[in-house]
């Protein structure tokens, strides 16, 4: 067979089964088929009936027949083992390109025994992740796959297979689940410091100036040498210690407040659009660890300045889809 008649046929397979985050399986999509040691096993068994009828071995006929009963007995446990299954795809965490993205699978099991030796794996990967299910219970299991692209992109085929009790029957079924994972740009991984901030201009600028003359302070930026230490704001100073992180904010003198913080693409000096992205990246991810207000601006798009995890996941949202 052909790779383009094999990809047609595979894609006409696909196509009649409709996208969905849960499954419940049944017999209409629960397939079998001899593994490689059962089609052996059945060599064997012929072999062995050929032997039996030719020597008139009474006992050849008991050891063949009881093999074959032995192996119709766990083609009916090895399907049942699926059968009856639900699978629930959980909500897919944005991830970022070039780095593995984890699918969550919750394997739920209403009968009265623990389903053993199934497996998850996206299709035509070979990369299988194994879990038994107990009975009347539930199993997560994690599938891994790697994004060549940022963007949106649709969760791949999933494979659920087994071949328990004996190994000699392939008990499969075929997965298309409706989720859709977000993957955002790669970020740089040495970016220049963060660009320096641009004037505030109208209201802003006259509420800035009112506090300049009440010397009020009024939120935080990074660290610069020479800042007094009674500026540093040792509580976030402690914070980004204990994770490992030497970064250090200052208290937002009035001067400073004068200016807002914006992450532009054309203050990146990349020419190249995904090399801008990636800069831009790291920079929101600088932004954010150091506690700074920052805005974006990229490809038309314009997000205003803020901070925290919701606003950095726009930013990272909209650098994924521009």
Not at 207 to 223: K, P, Q
Not at 232 to 260: F, H, P
Not at 276 to 294: E, F, I, K, P
Request: charged fraction near 20%; aromatic fraction near 8%; glycine fraction near 10%.
């Amino acid at each position: 067979m052909t790779a383009a008649l094999r990809s047609r046929i595979d894609g006409w397979f696909l196509s009649r089964r409709p996208p969905s985050d849960t499954l419940e399986l049944t017999q209409r999509n629960v397939y079998i088929v001899p593994s490689t040691a059962g089609w052996m096993l059945g060599a064997t068994l012929l072999l062995l009936l050929i032997g039996s009828i030719n020597y008139q071995l009474n006992l050849g006929y008991l050891l063949t027949f009881l093999l074959a009963g032995s192996v119709a007995v766990g083609m009916h446990v090895g399907h049942g083992t699926l059968r009856g299954l639900g699978l629930r795809l959980m909500v897919p965490d944005p991830q970022y390109a070039g780095a593995a993205a984890v699918l969550r699978v919750v394997l739920n099991n209403t009968r009265r025994s623990t389903r053993y030796g199934i497996g998850l794996a996206v299709r035509h990967s070979g990369q299988w992740s194994w879990s038994d299910v107990p009975a009347q219970g539930s199993a997560t299991v994690e599938v891994a796959f790697r994004p060549d692209r940022r963007g949106l992109h649709p969760a791949p085929t999933l494979t659920a297979e087994t071949r328990f009790p004996l190994g000699t029957f392939r008990v499969w079924t075929v997965w298309r689940p409706a989720s859709q994972v977000l993957v955002y740009p790669a970020p740089e991984s040495h970016p220049p410091p963060l660009p320096p901030g641009e004037p505030l201009a109208g209201q802003a600028a006259s509420s800035a100036l009112r506090a300049s003359v009440a010397g009020e302070y009024d939120g935080v930026r990074a660290y610069r040498r020479g800042d007094p230490l009674k500026l540093v704001v040792w509580k976030r100073a402690a914070q980004a210690q204990a994770v490992g992180s030497e970064d250090l904010v200052s208290r937002d003198t009035q001067q400073a407040q004068r200016r807002e913080l914006w992450l532009d693409a054309q203050a990146t000096g990349l020419a190249d659009a995904e090399g801008r992205l990636s800069r831009l990246c790291a920079w929101v991810l600088m932004a954010d660890r150091l506690g700074v207000d920052y805005g974006l601006r990229v490809a038309g798009r314009t997000v205003a300045p803020s901070q925290g995890e919701a606003h950095r996941r726009r930013c990272l949202e909209v650098l994924a889809l521009c």
